[in-house]
């Protein structure tokens, strides 16, 4: 209650949320609708894909577009970065401050040439692969100790087309079986958040 000239006032407390129940969740894409359904895109896709299941919407907010989705008493944020591929640790840092989220409780989802289509591996830590989406965020973060979500893309291209194979979108086959790995991946990011990342490595990890 807040007292000002002799008249009293009731204020309403503000429900804090506990900060190890706090979570950041950065799928990595291009904005535009060049870039839509693309393989690079997945991550974007990825929290498309939540959004629509569990009725969200992204609205746009300060280098990305951002939703909160509540679940059993964790609060995630989603954040699509809208500064391109290349600067996603601008996005990343800056969300880390300002919702006060602890490192141990960022994941980041991203494509992986280096696995089959719709391999799952989730890490701790590691290289960036040779990923730029990455290589930002470990100069942003200044380290490799992130917990980071790859989906694989694969690597079928020929020689020299490996840009145009990354922007290109899925191909009718793998748009077929695309729904059951983003209800997978969904699952992975609900767990990430409620059983732990050592747990959700070991359920996840290597699912396709």
């Known amino acids: 209650m807040l007292q000002f000239f002799g008249r009293i006032f009731r204020t309403e407390k503000k429900e804090e949320v506990d900060p190890m129940k706090k979570f950041l969740i950065v799928g990595l894409g291009n904005i535009g609708p060049k870039y839509h359904n693309t393989r690079h895109n997945i991550g974007f896709k990825i929290l498309d894909h939540l959004a629509k299941k569990e009725e969200l919407s992204f609205e746009s907010a300060k280098l990305g577009d ?51 289509f719709g391999t799952i591996r989730i890490k701790t830590k590691g290289s960036d692969g040779g990923h730029n989406g990455l290589k930002d965020i470990q100069a942003q973060l200044n380290t490799t100790s992130y917990n980071r979500f790859r989906f694989g893309i694969s690597a079928q291209f020929s020689k020299g087309k490996q840009i145009d194979y990354v922007l290109g979108k899925w191909s009718q086959e793998e748009q077929e079986i695309l729904d059951k790995r983003l209800d997978d991946c969904v699952e992975a990011i609900k767990s990430f958040g409620t059983a732990g990342i050592a747990r959700t490595m070991n359920t996840f990890n290597g699912k396709s």
């Open 66 to 116: 951002k939703t909160t989705y509540k679940f059993k008493g964790r609060s995630f944020t989603l954040i699509k970065p809208s500064t391109f591929m290349n600067l996603s640790g601008k996005a990343v840092r800056y969300w880390l401050e300002k919702e006060k989220i602890a490192l141990e409780n960022l994941l980041i989802i991203t494509d992986d040439l280096n696995l089959e």
